[in-house]
């Protein structure tokens, strides 16, 4: 969209009187000469006459009521209480994690025997994130819904 | 709950800053007092936002239940009615992001709604003017729509406004002129003309 003509904007905002006084003399000085922006703060000024005197919508029930019948049921609001920052309060979550790569680091090495973690190859490293667990090998790749999650639930 | 007139009085004339500081409270007679004094501004400025009644209807009450949970937080140096015209803002734009309308194009050349002419009687005119015009105000974009109608039918100055919507105040005054460049060839191409009062 193009920017609007800067006396636009000048002369939009001389219609709402958000003019410096210095400002609006001179935009009057020149409008007074000027019968293009004459016309168009007239077209202005109509249009916003004519949005003003738009109908006066109203709801037209008295919604206090509606209101009141579910605020008697709600509790008064509460003022939310700041969060006063912890101290360590990272602490525990630390502690958590490192316990559970710890409780993992000790599971592996006991279901490997220790030394053939070092030479298991590195896609079943990574099978770990696969869909489909370590050993739970598909019978039929084709009809497997892992293999494929386009038609996953669509067989029915 | 009890039926305690004079308080409602008060009520009535009291103004928006103290009754939504008595509501933030928890006070449920000063909230509905608000309600009451704002309910249709909300309305109006939803209805047009949206251009559904049925959705401004729901949205209007939303509006108040989301600021009603939310006075606790308001603070007295927001004017009331702007934050509450921020909450209804938000409530539309959702409701038109849901809706997927969030980008309007300027009205274009086969969007004419009705090309009359001067018709005998002056009642069918205006009710047809109004009716280009709300049409034509419905397929701006929504951010010229509202700081159009927060400006134009709400009253609300650039202050106000840009408190509204959280911009700068040079930024409401060059979306208004824009919205007005928009809505002035909308209708001029709709009628030949903004027609004279």
Redesign the interface.
């Known amino acids: ?1 193009n ?2 003509c800067p006396k ?2 000048a ?3 001389r219609l ?1 009187d ?1 003019l410096a006084p210095h400002e609006r003399a001179r935009l009057d000085a020149h409008v007074a000469g000027c019968p293009v922006c004459a016309a168009m703060l007239a ?2 000024g ?14 037209g029930y ?3 009521e ?3 019948a ?3 049921g ?1 509790p ?5 209480r700041r969060r006063v920052p912890r101290r360590f309060g990272w602490l525990p979550l630390g502690a958590g994690a490192a316990a559970s790569l710890a409780l993992g680091s000790a599971l592996g090495l006991a279901a490997t025997g220790g030394a053939g973690v070092a030479a298991a190859p590195q896609v079943a490293v990574m099978s770990v994130f696969a869909p489909v667990a370590p050993g739970g090998l598909c019978v039929e790749p084709r009809t497997c819904p892992w293999q494929r999650p386009a038609f996953r639930g669509s067989s029915r | 709950m009890e039926c305690q007139p004079q308080r409602v009085v008060s009520a009535l004339n009291e103004g928006d800053t103290p009754l939504a500081a008595r509501a933030g409270r928890g006070d449920r007679q000063a909230f509905t007092a608000l309600v009451r004094r704002h309910q249709d501004g909300v309305f109006r400025f939803l209805l047009r936002m949206t251009g559904s009644r049925d959705e401004a209807m729901d949205l209007t009450q939303d509006t108040f239940m989301k600021a009603w949970q939310a006075l606790p937080q308001w603070q007295p140096q927001a004017q009331f009615r702007t934050w509450l015209l921020q909450i209804a803002r938000n409530g539309a734009l959702d409701a038109l992001r849901r809706k997927s309308v969030v980008a309007f194009e300027a009205l274009d050349e086969d969007a004419v709604i009705v090309d009359h002419g001067p018709t005998p009687e002056e009642r069918l005119h205006t009710r047809q003017r109004f009716g280009q015009l709300e049409e034509a105000l419905r397929r701006l974009v929504p951010e010229h729509r509202e700081v159009l109608l927060l400006r134009e039918v709400e009253g609300l100055s650039y202050a106000q406004i840009a408190a509204t919507l959280r911009i700068e105040e040079g930024t409401v005054k060059s979306r208004i002129a824009r919205a007005r460049s928009a809505l002035l060839a909308a209708t001029r191409r709709a009628t030949g003309g903004i027609g004279d009062e």
């Open positions: 969209m920017e609007p636009t904007i002369l939009s905002a709402d958000e077209d202005l109509r249009l916003s006459s004519h949005l003003r005197n738009l109908p006066e919508e109203t709801l008295d919604l206090a509606v209101l009141r579910r605020l008697e709600a008064a609001p509460r003022a939310t």
